[in-house]
């Protein structure tokens, strides 16, 4: 169950209304590295938390919480930005710089689809996708799939940060970024809490894989090179389970060969 408060989490105020930097900020809503991304990613990593997993349960949907009100932010921001731009100023979107023209403007779909506002899609205009999502249902693996989120999202804050210089922006930024700095953490200090982090699925037996190959660097070149001698050729795992190792070349399985397929499929090649 969620609740709503008709108060945005941070203040956003636009002081210089920028159509092409509305455009930059659907990234940070429908993108790769988006809110929409992370926050349904931490809710779907919740719902599929066991219940004597409580405490990291509710630490998932609490930031997922928090995310839904970054979106309300940019979308506010977005709006903002789209609305009571003078005629000069949405001239100066598509030819302010190199990097504007190439980006060609704001997108229409903001004023055709959505009367100059935002929209669940990325800079480009491609809608969210689902695909972006990282629920794995193993805690482990969720964590690590989080710190890369937020270091994604963290990395394209800063970037959208450098592209305006309305103070307003700048602020709204600053304190999102400073969310991606806590959220990095927390989950970096989640993942200490658990046994057993890696590798993941830690529960498998371990003695069930090849032994020959599960702490080996395997080189790809095709002359043999000599071990590099580099903490993931040589020295101790991080898991403490073994030792890390060097192979300079990689076992071989005979040549690749596909059985006939069926008839029906008419894949025979045409023969005179």
């Given at each position: 169950m969620f609740f709503h408060e008709p108060e945005l989490q941070y203040?956003?105020?636009?002081?210089?209304?920028?159509?092409?930097?509305?455009?930059?900020?659907?990234?940070?809503?429908?993108?790769?590295?988006?809110?929409?991304?992370?926050?349904?990613?931490?809710?779907?990593?919740?719902?599929?938390?066991?219940?004597?997993?409580?405490?990291?349960?509710?630490?998932?949907?609490?930031?997922?919480?928090?995310?839904?009100?970054?979106?309300?932010?940019?979308?506010?921001?977005?709006?903002?930005?789209?609305?009571?731009?003078?005629?000069s100023e949405r001239e100066d979107a598509a030819q302010d710089d190199a990097m504007r023209m190439m980006m060609a403007g704001q997108s229409p779909r903001q004023i055709l689809s959505a009367g100059e506002s935002a929209m669940p899609v990325d800079s480009n205009g491609f809608p969210f996708n689902g695909n972006y999502v990282a629920a794995s249902g193993n805690l482990a693996a969720d964590m690590y799939a989080n710190v890369m989120a937020e270091s994604t999202g963290r990395l394209l804050a800063t970037r959208l940060w450098e592209r305006t210089d309305d103070p307003g922006m700048k602020d709204m930024l600053e304190y999102l970024i400073a969310r991606d700095t806590m959220h990095q953490n927390q989950w970096l200090a989640a993942l200490e809490t658990l046994e057993d982090p890696v590798p993941v699925p830690a529960s498998f037996q371990q003695e069930q894989e090849n032994q020959e190959f599960n702490y080996a660097f395997m080189s790809t070149r095709r002359d043999p090179p000599e071990d590099p001698d580099l903490p993931w050729t040589q020295g101790d795992a991080p898991d403490g389970s073994g030792e890390f190792s060097f192979l300079d070349e990689q076992p071989g399985g005979g040549t690749a060969s596909a059985p006939s397929p069926d008839p029906s499929v008419y894949d025979e090649p045409n023969r005179e």
């Open positions: 203040e956003v105020t636009v002081e210089e209304p920028d159509p092409q930097f509305a455009k930059e900020l659907q990234q940070a809503i429908g993108g790769v590295e988006g809110e929409m991304r992370v926050a349904l990613q931490y809710l779907f990593q919740a719902w599929a938390t066991p219940a004597e997993h409580e405490e990291y349960r509710k630490l998932l949907m609490e930031t997922a919480t928090e995310e839904l009100g970054h979106i309300e932010m940019l979308a506010t921001a977005v709006t903002k930005n789209l609305r009571n731009a003078s005629e």
